[in-house]
Every structure is written in C-alpha cells, then in structure tokens.
C-alpha cells in the first residue's frame, strides 16, 4: 500500500516563496529523497491558484518517452513552442543531468520574461563551480533530504512514545517510499539496497568512471561504518591498503569526492572557535539515511551516540545551518551551526546521567568565552537542566521543534 502522500512542507514553503520571481529554482538532493514528488505537490498549490494545466510544463528525463528531449536543442524548441504567450509558463526539469550542456537551454530560456523555470538533480556536480558561475545570482539551491524526525512522526502517527517512534526511524529509513514498507522488513531491505546500487554502482561508477567499483563499495562500507569519526583521505588509503587492497590518497579522495557528490555522504569540517579558521584535515562525515547504513553494515552499525549525532547533524542543515566541528584547544564541540542571524554549538550524547560524561561533554562549551546559546542534547527522559548557561535538552524534543 502506497502511503498518503507526504505534503513536505517546509521545501513547498520555499518554492512558494520564489515563484514568479526571475531566479531559477533547483532542487538537490539523493535519488529517492522526494523531490519529483515535491514538484507534483508544488504543481497542485499552483492549481489550487488557479493556474490551468497548459501553463505547466514537467518533463522527467528518466521517463523514456522523453529522451529524445536529452538533446539540448529539441528541449529548447519543445518547450518554446508549449509555452503560453500570454501568461507565466512553469518549466519543470525533472533529473536534469541528463542533459548535456543543460545550462545553455536553461539559460537561454530564462531571457523569456514568462517562464518560470525548476530543476531536479541528483548529483552535485549539477552545480559544479563552472555552472554555478555560468548562472551566477539567478539561480536559489533548495537542498533536500529525506524526512526529517518530525515528517516520520506525523506519517506514522508516533507523537505518544517518542523513543519508540525515533527506534523505528533509525532502524527502517528516512526515505519517504519506505513509510508503506514499515511491516515488511524484506522488501525494505531491497529497497534500499536499489538505491544504494543506483546511487553508489550506476550512477557514480559510471559517470566518474570509477573501474574498481568493489573499492569505491570498501570505501563506502568503511566510511558508513566511521560516521562522527575525524576521518582522513590517508586513513582511507592506509585501511584499504592495510586489509589488502592497494589504494593511493589520491584514488581515495577521488571516492570520497564521489560520494559526497551523489549526496549519499555529508562532510562537516573542522572549525578552530579561538582561531575562527577551518582547519584543512580531518573532517567527519554522515550519511544521508540511517537505514542506508544499517543495510550495509548490519547489526554492528547500532552506535546510538554516533547514530544521534548523525541524526542531528542532518536536521540543522534541514533548519538551514551551516555546520561544522567545532576544535576549541585539546577539546572537540560536536557541532557549530551557523546562520545569517546566530552561532549556536551543540554537543550530542546518548546519555549524560554518568558523572563524568556530563563533566566531559560540559568541558568544552565551558571554554567558550561567548554570549551565542549552547546546548547539549541527549536521549534521557529527565528534566531539562542548565548549567551555568548551557542547556541540557532531550534530543527528541528538540528534533520535534519543541525546544
């Protein structure tokens, strides 16, 4: 049973807010995550305005009936002769890597005073340094991610029992197809198993041409398996080489370049607080979808305080913050999430109810020596508590927008 279609709203309040302006809208994100849905969502606001369907224009390039409008110029003249003189014409290019040289078709169509236009892409090298300089300042990314907490809740209808409900999220997945999956552990598991050999084996192996597609799966695997690790390209190489499979830095790098660029990896630098620098080694990284991991590693993947950091991690971009890892002299912040308007760092543990973690976790906010909110997050079901200025709140409720 297919389940009723999330309305993801907080990415529709975002191309509400751009329509009819003249800046193209693009859409990021891995395979699967929603975001052809959120265009058919986003399509139906624009009926329910009273915009009649000849204005909208959808094309999808994995829908074999449209690819012969992969040719750069038979997307241009198909589009050009559909669209109303008269009135706003919405464009949506659905998958839009597909198209050699799409910039150029885009570009030229966006001179036209009434297109609207909204791209899809699953990788991003869509918005490698050259395009994104090619449309430079007429283009918004609206970056998206499976569901958040939040979004799984309210599908699944888990508001009463909160550690149940997050138990579920971390062991199924985020991927919104996978809510009409949820009794059936089987056929999940080849779901995400799919879209990890969509993302990982077809679409990345082949486009960046990558022969040795079994290391580019070891350095996945290892990867996945190190979330919240600092993690270095020669770490990489030295494992791999180490467990009998030759590899340079450079080869590395090249995956793990790979990797983020299909969206399936997030990296979060380091950040020196005191020398307000990024710091060039050592990053970590997190997964798009626990789920996605649990596939792929199994059992041994249930690191509760790492899963919690992975999860929170994910939510502050969703909240639309820039994040990294806070350095402050020996000690670690798990996060520094930045803004237009604030800094606020957090640190992320499972629990704290033990002395000395509490002490150890409170040590490095406590070096802090700023006025910017500072918090802890944690899975215990206690009472909120403040320490001089630093809150301890529970995780869930933090991820429910409670806090």
Not at 98 to 111: A, E, I, K, R, T
Not at 181 to 206: C, F, M, Q, W
Request: aromatic share 10%; proline share 3%; charged share 30%.
């Amino acid at each position: 049973m297919m389940p009723q279609r999330l309305q993801r709203e907080e990415y529709l309040k975002k191309l509400i807010a751009f329509q009819d302006k003249n800046i193209i809208k693009i859409i990021t994100g891995i395979r699967r995550c929603g975001k052809s849905t959120l265009m058919e969502i986003f399509q139906d606001h624009l009926r329910s305005t009273g915009v009649e369907n000849s204005q909208i224009l959808h094309i999808n390039f994995e829908d074999f009936d449209y690819r012969p409008l992969r040719d750069p110029a038979a997307l241009h003249s198909y589009i050009t002769e559909r669209m109303t003189r008269d009135r706003m014409t919405y464009v949506f290019l659905d998958e839009i890597q597909h198209v050699p040289d799409w910039q150029d078709v885009v570009d030229s169509l966006h001179l036209r005073k009434n297109l609207d236009i909204y791209i899809t892409g699953s990788n991003a090298y869509l918005l490698s340094s050259e395009i994104a300089t090619l449309i430079s300042g007429r283009y918004v990314e609206i970056k998206m991610l499976p569901l958040s907490f939040r979004e799984f809740v309210s599908a699944t209808g888990g508001e009463a029992n909160l550690p149940k409900a997050y138990r579920q999220y971390v062991e199924s997945s985020s991927f919104p197809y996978a809510l009409a999956l949820l009794d059936h552990p089987k056929e999940l598991r080849d779901y995400l198993e799919g879209i990890y050999n969509t993302v990982v084996v077809k679409d990345l192996a082949s486009r960046k041409k990558i022969p040795d597609v079994m290391m580019l799966e070891s350095v996945a695997r290892f990867v996945f398996d190190s979330i919240g690790s600092p993690i270095s390209t020669k770490k990489i190489a030295d494992t791999m080489t180490s467990s009998g499979r030759k590899i340079d830095v450079r080869t590395a790098e090249k995956y793990m370049d790979a990797l983020l660029e299909s969206f399936i990896l997030y990296q979060a630098r380091r950040y020196n607080i005191r020398g307000k620098q990024y710091l060039k080694t050592l990053e970590k990284y997190y997964v798009v979808d626990i789920g996605l991991r649990y596939m792929l590693l199994g059992s041994r993947s249930t690191d509760v305080g790492h899963i919690l950091e992975n999860v929170i991690y994910l939510e502050l971009l969703r909240r639309g913050f820039e994040v990294s890892v806070g350095k402050m002299d020996d000690l670690e912040v798990d996060f520094v999430a930045v803004d237009q308007k604030q800094t606020i760092y957090y640190q992320v543990a499972a629990t704290v109810r033990d002395e000395g973690t509490l002490k150890r976790e409170l040590a490095s906010l406590q070096k802090i020596n700023d006025n910017y909110p500072k918090f802890i997050l944690t899975l215990d079901e206690d009472p909120d508590a403040d320490y001089e200025g630093i809150r301890r709140i529970n995780a869930l409720e933090w991820l429910m927008g409670r806090e």
